[in-house]
């Protein structure tokens, strides 16, 4: 650790409760943590400190599919600068191509039979101490195999139920065996189990730690990126989760009559994200507008029932976005830096993104750009069917993303068709998605449903317009402007409604025509956007809010 900025200094001191604090103590009221390029990030200190055990499937700069990934990178040093230790239990995936990101993480020697899957499962742990935070990734040869995080070309891997069963029971083990900086965790800690691969960790607590007096104190919170994926299995391999028999009720899911294949299906399964739904103490989404969403018909994907009966635990929390890496004053993956004081550095980004794609550079020609997963939820099937009306205008079009075969295909078809208008980029990597955002005009994001979404949050932040799918995070954070009764003074986008063709063909024609034609209100709108507080600090004083009422109440425990 380097030397901070402030005063007192207390390295790998000893808090409250006897646990150690990593992080250096400026002051009673400022934390001060060292991030990864030596900078420092000061942050006020919370009032509560709590042990915070993340539980996730993955977390930048580890592991990263999604949006999952950037959250669970960044939200956790958050909580570390406000005082809190943390912990961030994952998998430690070796694919064979990028295993030098666990390159600082040393094996704990820490070797643990897990009860699951009929056998003892043996795992072994690696930590690394970086930026206040105690990363821990779970060793075991199932997550060693190359492919993506959850599959390869064939599909999703066929174990993944094992997979995050086992990191299920590895997290649950962390806090009580793992002496990181000489101290355990301990049994008074707050679980954040982030989506279905997390999600055995609140059963576990209530049906096999807290019957044998362990966890009594510990708190669980379930946080919902994304309803779509649930984890669901056939019920005969309820034995496989290490639960007592008698808790099968809380992991049985039943389909709907209309979806069983034959008269014999009785539709019964387990799932895994609906057990965390039964057994968690608070239960939390990334917006209050999805948090709401989820417990109607239409978004609810099957659990709007089970979660309206909790409604009285579950709340939204908008994400924040990692604002030294998503900063266009200081970014190294542009070519140009600016702020909202200084905006040259934008259209220089601009003409060499023109240029490094191969469009005609043309300052004034508004560049509309995508980034996001080539997926249903994203909405690109309302882009491929409006880009014919789209490029009527004269507009360019960019996008990038990995993900549905036949969307690739059409991203390349469509650049050999329109190759003077449209760029289909298929893949994605990080200094590609910055340099889109930064030296794009407008930002489209037609989600179908967006539980927050960041892709917007970040082209805002960079001076990017958005026009989005007026639906969950998206309707939360982008503020719409509506030059007849805001006179240029509110606003930072356009959500259109209802999900159709012509209302988002409408909002990027005025979108359009507002950047043609109206300057100093084009520029008012891209000043406000980045001039929002996308930091996780608010977000991280809401979380505190509900871990604080998550220990008011007892524990679930059946
Ligand atoms: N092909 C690709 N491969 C790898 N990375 C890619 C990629 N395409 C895009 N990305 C990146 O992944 C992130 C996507 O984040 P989002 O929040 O928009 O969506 P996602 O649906 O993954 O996350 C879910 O979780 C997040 C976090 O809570 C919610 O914001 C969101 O609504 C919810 O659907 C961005 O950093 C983006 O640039």
Same mark, same amino acid.
């Given at each position: 650790m380097g030397q901070c900025c402030h005063k007192v200094q207390t390295d790998h001191g000893?808090?409250?409760?006897?646990?150690?604090?990593h992080q250096m103590r400026c002051s009673s009221l400022i934390s001060c943590i060292e991030l990864d390029n030596g900078d420092e990030r000061d942050g006020t200190l919370t009032k509560v400190r709590y042990n915070v055990i993340f539980v996730t499937a993955e977390a930048t700069p580890y592991s990263k599919t999604g949006g999952l990934g950037d959250v669970c990178g960044s939200l956790p040093i958050a909580f570390a600068t406000r005082g809190h230790r943390v912990m961030v239990v994952s998998p430690r995936y070796l694919n064979g191509s990028q295993d030098d990101k666990y390159a600082c993480a040393s094996d704990l020697e820490k070797h643990i039979n897990l009860? &699951?899957?009929?056998?003892?499962q043996e795992v072994v742990y690696f930590h690394e101490y970086r930026a206040g935070v105690d990363w821990v990734f779970?060793?075991? #040869? &199932?997550y060693h195999r190359p492919g993506s995080l959850y599959g390869d070309e064939h599909g999703a891997f066929g174990d993944n139920q094992f997979r995050f069963t086992v990191l299920a029971h590895a997290a649950c083990e962390a806090p009580l065996v793992l002496p990181l900086g000489g101290v355990t965790y301990g049994e008074k800690c707050l679980f954040l189990v982030n989506d279905w691969h997390a999600s055995l960790v609140p059963p576990l607590l209530s049906a096999k730690y807290r019957p044998n007096g362990v966890y009594r104190d510990a708190r669980s919170i379930l946080v919902i990126h994304n309803l779509a994926h649930q984890g669901v299995e056939p019920a005969t391999t309820y034995e496989n989760l290490g639960l007592p028999p008698e808790w099968y009720g809380a992991m049985e899911w039943v389909y709907p009559t209309w979806v069983r294949k034959h008269p014999?299906?009785?539709? $019964?399964?387990?799932?895994? +994200?609906?057990?965390? %739904?039964?057994?968690?103490?608070? @239960?939390?989404?990334?917006?209050?507008? =999805?948090?709401?969403?989820i417990t109607t018909p239409e978004g609810g994907k099957g659990l709007d029932? +089970?979660?309206?009966?909790?409604?009285?635990?579950?709340?939204g929390i908008?994400?924040? @976005?990692?604002?030294? %890496?998503w900063n266009p004053v200081s970014d190294k993956l542009i070519p140009f830096n600016y702020s909202v004081d200084d905006l040259y550095g934008k259209s220089l980004c601009k003409e $060499?993104?023109?240029?490094?794609?191969?469009? $005609?550079?043309? #300052?004034?020609? #508004?560049? @509309? $750009?995508?980034?996001?997963? +080539?997926?249903?939820?994203k909405g690109t099937d309302l882009i491929l069917s409006a880009m014919p009306e789209i490029l009527q205008d004269d507009v360019q079009f960019v996008m990038l993303g990995s993900g549905d075969p036949v969307t690739e295909s059409w991203m390349r078809q469509t650049e050999s068709l329109y190759g003077d208008d449209f760029r289909g980029c298929v893949g994605y990597t990080e200094p590609m998605a910055h340099q889109i955002t930064a030296g794009c005009d407008i930002f489209l994001m037609p989600s179908r449903f967006e539980p927050c979404?960041?892709?917007?949050? =970040?082209a805002m932040r960079y001076g990017s317009v958005p026009v989005v799918h007026h639906t969950g995070g998206l309707r939360d954070t982008v503020e719409s402007f509506d030059h007849f009764t805001d006179e240029d003074e509110r606003g930072t986008g356009w959500p259109f409604s209802p999900y159709s063709k012509e209302s988002m063909l409408a909002a990027l024609r005025t979108a359009i025509k507002t950047y043609r034609e109206h300057k100093s209100t084009w520029k008012g709108l891209m000043k406000r956007g980045m001039s929002k507080d996308f930091t996780w600090d608010s977000a991280a004083v809401q979380y505190e809010q509900i871990m604080e009422w998550a220990f008011i109440d007892l524990p679930y425990a059946g």
């Amino acid at each position: 650790m380097g030397q901070c900025c402030h005063k007192v200094q207390t390295d790998h001191g000893v808090g409250l409760d006897g646990s150690t604090i990593h992080q250096m103590r400026c002051s009673s009221l400022i934390s001060c943590i060292e991030l990864d390029n030596g900078d420092e990030r000061d942050g006020t200190l919370t009032k509560v400190r709590y042990n915070v055990i993340f539980v996730t499937a993955e977390a930048t700069p580890y592991s990263k599919t999604g949006g999952l990934g950037d959250v669970c990178g960044s939200l956790p040093i958050a909580f570390a600068t406000r005082g809190h230790r943390v912990m961030v239990v994952s998998p430690r995936y070796l694919n064979g191509s990028q295993d030098d990101k666990y390159a600082c993480a040393s094996d704990l020697e820490k070797h643990i039979n897990l009860s &699951c899957f009929q056998r003892e499962q043996e795992v072994v742990y690696f930590h690394e101490y970086r930026a206040g935070v105690d990363w821990v990734f779970v060793d075991h #040869p &199932c997550y060693h195999r190359p492919g993506s995080l959850y599959g390869d070309e064939h599909g999703a891997f066929g174990d993944n139920q094992f997979r995050f069963t086992v990191l299920a029971h590895a997290a649950c083990e962390a806090p009580l065996v793992l002496p990181l900086g000489g101290v355990t965790y301990g049994e008074k800690c707050l679980f954040l189990v982030n989506d279905w691969h997390a999600s055995l960790v609140p059963p576990l607590l209530s049906a096999k730690y807290r019957p044998n007096g362990v966890y009594r104190d510990a708190r669980s919170i379930l946080v919902i990126h994304n309803l779509a994926h649930q984890g669901v299995e056939p019920a005969t391999t309820y034995e496989n989760l290490g639960l007592p028999p008698e808790w099968y009720g809380a992991m049985e899911w039943v389909y709907p009559t209309w979806v069983r294949k034959h008269p014999f299906d009785t539709g $019964a399964t387990v799932n895994l +994200l609906k057990g965390a %739904i039964v057994t968690a103490d608070r @239960i939390l989404t990334v917006s209050k507008g =999805y948090a709401w969403e989820i417990t109607t018909p239409e978004g609810g994907k099957g659990l709007d029932d +089970l979660l309206s009966s909790r409604n009285y635990v579950l709340d939204g929390i908008a994400n924040g @976005i990692d604002v030294d %890496i998503w900063n266009p004053v200081s970014d190294k993956l542009i070519p140009f830096n600016y702020s909202v004081d200084d905006l040259y550095g934008k259209s220089l980004c601009k003409e $060499a993104l023109q240029k490094n794609l191969g469009l $005609a550079v043309r #300052p004034q020609c #508004p560049l @509309i $750009a995508f980034v996001g997963r +080539l997926d249903y939820q994203k909405g690109t099937d309302l882009i491929l069917s409006a880009m014919p009306e789209i490029l009527q205008d004269d507009v360019q079009f960019v996008m990038l993303g990995s993900g549905d075969p036949v969307t690739e295909s059409w991203m390349r078809q469509t650049e050999s068709l329109y190759g003077d208008d449209f760029r289909g980029c298929v893949g994605y990597t990080e200094p590609m998605a910055h340099q889109i955002t930064a030296g794009c005009d407008i930002f489209l994001m037609p989600s179908r449903f967006e539980p927050c979404g960041l892709n917007q949050l =970040y082209a805002m932040r960079y001076g990017s317009v958005p026009v989005v799918h007026h639906t969950g995070g998206l309707r939360d954070t982008v503020e719409s402007f509506d030059h007849f009764t805001d006179e240029d003074e509110r606003g930072t986008g356009w959500p259109f409604s209802p999900y159709s063709k012509e209302s988002m063909l409408a909002a990027l024609r005025t979108a359009i025509k507002t950047y043609r034609e109206h300057k100093s209100t084009w520029k008012g709108l891209m000043k406000r956007g980045m001039s929002k507080d996308f930091t996780w600090d608010s977000a991280a004083v809401q979380y505190e809010q509900i871990m604080e009422w998550a220990f008011i109440d007892l524990p679930y425990a059946g």
